[in-house]
Nanobody
Framework: QVQLVESGGGLVQPGGSLRLSCVASGSIARITFLAWYRQCPGNERESVAIITGSGTTSYADSVKGRFTISRDSTKNTVYLQMNSLKPEDTAVYYC?????????WGQGTQVTVSS
């Protein structure tokens, strides 16, 4: 069984930065991609950033130039560096691991951007 554990969320002022981490453990088959999603109350979960097994990245338009996704394969960890945070970035952030035939979600970490 694969487990994903996120950390790094918290309260930050507008313009500030946070780095989220997601550590994967368990029996992991070939990784198709890793991703970060977020969800605000009353809204659907939306994709924020994706990194493929080959390292190609893509971002939602709302976070381009501010967020950076990266991975450390030696530690089975994916990161989301978030800079220039805005109140509208407030959400629960989830990491997702795709192994082709399916995927796994983390439990989520709350990010609140407020003065």
């Amino acid at each position: 069984q694969v487990q994903l554990v996120e950390s790094g969320g918290g309260l930050v002022q507008p313009g500030g930065s946070l780095r989220l981490s997601c550590v994967a453990s368990g029996s992991i088959a070939r990784i198709t991609f890793l991703a970060w999603y977020r969800q605000c109350p009353g809204n659907e979960r939306e994709s924020v950033a994706i990194i493929t097994g080959s390292g190609t990245t893509s971002y939602a338009d709302s976070v381009k130039g501010r967020f950076t996704i990266s991975r450390d394969s030696t530690k089975n960890t994916v990161y989301l560096q978030m800079n220039s945070l805005k109140p509208e970035d407030t959400a629960v952030y989830y990491c997702y691991l795709s192994v082709g035939s399916g995927g796994y979600w983390g439990q989520g970490t709350q990010v609140t951007v407020s003065s």
